[in-house]
């Protein structure tokens, strides 16, 4: 059971899900709770505050989604805030600056079992924006011991991108502690200078380069992170990499292996990677966010996509959206030709011209809301954070390299909405047989409806897709105090 919540009114309720609502529809119950915390969770004042009450009903929302959808093996210790970690106090007054009250379910489960002694190695699963780079980033920072001069946490990460999102969570979460960290990805480190810092985040490439070369010494490491490990150890380069770098680590960091995915033959090898891991993993039907409202448009050839996603701008605004399709070219050529229609979409890749600095300034025009959409490959189909993101586009299916749909790829993307209990729509697009029956098959895979957005009206689409969120919102408003 979820957390009670404060209403309106200053009484707190339980929040549980209708059963009886439209299945597409999120709606919750909710009755006055017989178990009122003793100390209100936010004072009289942020009570009255609406944003505040949303914040906590969408937090609330998130715990009610995901208190079934865990398998832990490693018991039950759930904890109410993060005070009772015995975590120290300068990580305690950071996550009180970020606004981090109550640990998500993953953070309450793996936390006590990551600070545990002897160090256990941990193979951790759940949804997508579930707060588990917090989890590790908390575990390392605790971990970690700022008046010895050695790197003691290594984090891999596939892409740029998330090794500087997961850069910014170590350095927010460590800001009152002497925490030195420093990059290990292309043109973002010194080639020929030692590491001096406590934590690196890097690239398995680069990272093995360093190591190599003797500039980044792991003799001392006492953890090691593979974040998205089930793409990391799957990909031939990358995971080849990820073996090697371990390879050179004499002694036995403790390894942490972190996805919202992990198909079963990536488990079997994962365990082999992270020896005795303790694991938390999901089942088939627990995968997806409920708060991701999934949708489709059927278009009428391939060609007719591009026009589904003229009329389909004036949404994509409304918030940040994500825009996915397979191929490099294709991300420029549809900006390009957006920009004709008089459409502004930035547009991110890895083959992004000037490198580094160029992806750099997309993502963080992005993040900042300097942009709104965004059109990309699946560089960023996982771990980006952007928390305004209420939409995501599937231009086209992620397909694997047999031209089979890819559930994990799917999954990843439409997860770059519906952060961490917060609402989002993914409308992917189909245009013929093969890609309908594609997408049926992750309707079936998941477990999941995926209702369609007419096309032949696509004003009257669009208000219900929108319209449908909203309506959870406004249940939520209505209901509580009311
Ligand atoms: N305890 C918390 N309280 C409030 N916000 C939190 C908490 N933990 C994490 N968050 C926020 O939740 C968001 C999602 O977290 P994060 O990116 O770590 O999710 P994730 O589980 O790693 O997702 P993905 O599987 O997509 O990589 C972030 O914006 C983060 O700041």
Known sequence: MAEPILGKDGKFYDLTLDPDADVNTLSFIAKPSDNPPKQPTINQEASNDTTAVHGLLERSMMQSIHSKAFNDTAGDTHRKTFDGFGLPEPLLRALSLLNFRWPSRIQSRTIPVLLGNPPRNLLGQSQSGTGKTAAFVIAMLTRIDVTENSTQGLVLAPTRELARQIMGV????????????????????????????HIVVGAPGTTLDCVRRGTLDLGRLRMLVIDEADNMLDLQGLGEQCIRIKS??????????????????????????????????????????????????????????????????????IGSSIIFVHQRHDATRIAERMALEGHKISVLHSAL??????????????????????????????GIDVSTVSM?????????????????????RIGRTGRFGRIGVSISFVHDKTSWAQLMEVSEHFGVTISKVPTDDIEVGLHFAHCNIFKVKANFTGMIGS
């Open 392 to 412: 995501v586009v599937n231009y086209d299916l992620p397909m694997d390299k047999d031209r089979n749909i890819d559930f994990p790829t799917y999954l990843h």
């Open 248 to 317: 050179t680590i004499r002694h036995s960091p403790q390894i942490l292996l972190w996805s919202a995915t992990f198909p079963q033959r990536i488990v079997e090898f994962s365990k082999r990677y992270a020896p005795d891991c303790l694991t938390m993993t999901l089942e088939h039907h627990e995968l997806t966010v409920t708060g991701i409202k999934q949708m489709y448009m059927d278009c009428v050839d391939a060609e007719a996509k591009f026009g589904v996603l003229v009329q389909l701008y004036h949404v994509l605004t």
């Open 353 to 382: 011209e000037n490198g580094g600095v160029a992806r750099d300034k997309v993502i963080d025009d992005f993040r900042s809301g300097r942009t709104k959409v965004l059109i990309t490959t699946n560089v960023l189909a996982r």
């Open 170 to 197: 170590i350095q927010g979460l460590g800001q009152y502690m002497d925490v030195k960290t420093q990059f290990a990805i292309p043109a973002m480190y010194d080639r020929g200078k030692r590491f001096e810092a």
